[in-house]
């Protein structure tokens, strides 16, 4: 019976891997900016109860020249399916070094579209992935903003 069980799961996910972009696939199995920070300037976390998705992000703020704040460094860790773990992966590469007036204004299309796309049934992910840098912008710029 094991043997069925084991060939179920690589039957779906023969499937799956289907359904996902290579960039997708890319960014799944070679994440980028994945793991904890440490003393990052600002963290947050968002979840989706429906699927079960969990995403934690930690920037370090830097300012450039004109003394404006960008995303110096940002790291992430999620628990979730690959479109989660890559829209996590590539939503960091397209914020590090952006002031956060831009990193803020990233839509989840955008990071949908970064990946070459995604199946409408995972863009779920992109929108997680868009509300925890919105989150952790705004913890920050709250925690900072009397400086």
Known sequence: ??????????VIL???IKMYSKKVLDHFRQPRNMGKMRDPSAVAQEGNPVCGDVMRIYLKIGKNK????YI???KFQTLGCAA???TSSIMTEMVKGKLLDEAVKV???AIAEALDGLPP???HCSVLAQQVLQ???KNYQSKNSHR
Do not use: L, P, T
């Open 72 to 74: 110096k460094d940002i």
């Open 66 to 69: 004109e003394g404006k704040d």
């Open 84 to 86: 989660a773990i890559a």
């Open 135 to 137: 989150k952790a912008i």
């Open 121 to 123: 049934v995972k863009m």
């Open 107 to 109: 839509s989840n299309q």
């Open 14 to 16: 023969r499937r799956e």
């Open 1 to 10: 019976m094991a043997g069925v069980a084991s060939y179920d799961r690589r």
